[in-house]
């Protein structure tokens, strides 16, 4: 009895191991990754007069992380032209979203104005009480 692998019953040729990435480049990817991760949330202590410096690091940070775990993990770096140009597409939609987003939060938020400064000058107090309800009364029907 021979058995049949996943592979040979949806019709497609069997996988190769030439392809096949060693543990030392898993390792290596991995750390990248960490280390990229690790920048990522240094940039919460980062000053402030850097944030939009900061937005852009983010975003490559972003890309570069996205593209390393496809290509080796999801082991697209083998896989047709297709599914890259799929998945290609789906990070520059996700990306522009992202930066039109962005854009609007920290690039935009001044809009070249300091005309208008519209922030409450003080504690906005709860409004005054009003008049306690009138009592409902409640008559009664003798049929």
């Known amino acids: 009895m021979s058995s049949i692998t996943h592979e040979q019953a949806a019709g497609a040729a069997p996988h190769s191991d030439e392809h096949a990435h060693s543990d030392r480049q898993y390792w290596i990817v991995g750390g990248v990754l960490a280390a990229l991760t690790a920048v990522e949330v240094s940039t919460y202590w980062w000053p402030h ?11 490559v940070m972003m890309v570069v992380k996205f593209s390393m775990v496809a290509l080796y993990f999801m082991h697209l770096k083998h896989d047709s032209k297709l599914l890259r140009r799929m998945f290609v597409a789906g990070i520059a939609l996700a990306l522009a979203l992202f930066i039109a987003t962005l854009s ?3 690039f935009w938020e001044d809009s070249g104005t300091n005309e208008v400064d519209d922030t409450p000058r003080h504690r906005p107090m709860p409004p005054k009480p009003t008049d306690p309800p009138v009592p409902i009364k409640i008559i009664e029907h003798h049929g």
């Not at 939009?52 to 975003?59: C, D, E, K, P, S």
């Open 104 to 106: 609007a939060m920290v």
């Open 49 to 59: 007069s850097l944030h939009r410096i900061t937005a852009v690091a983010l975003i």
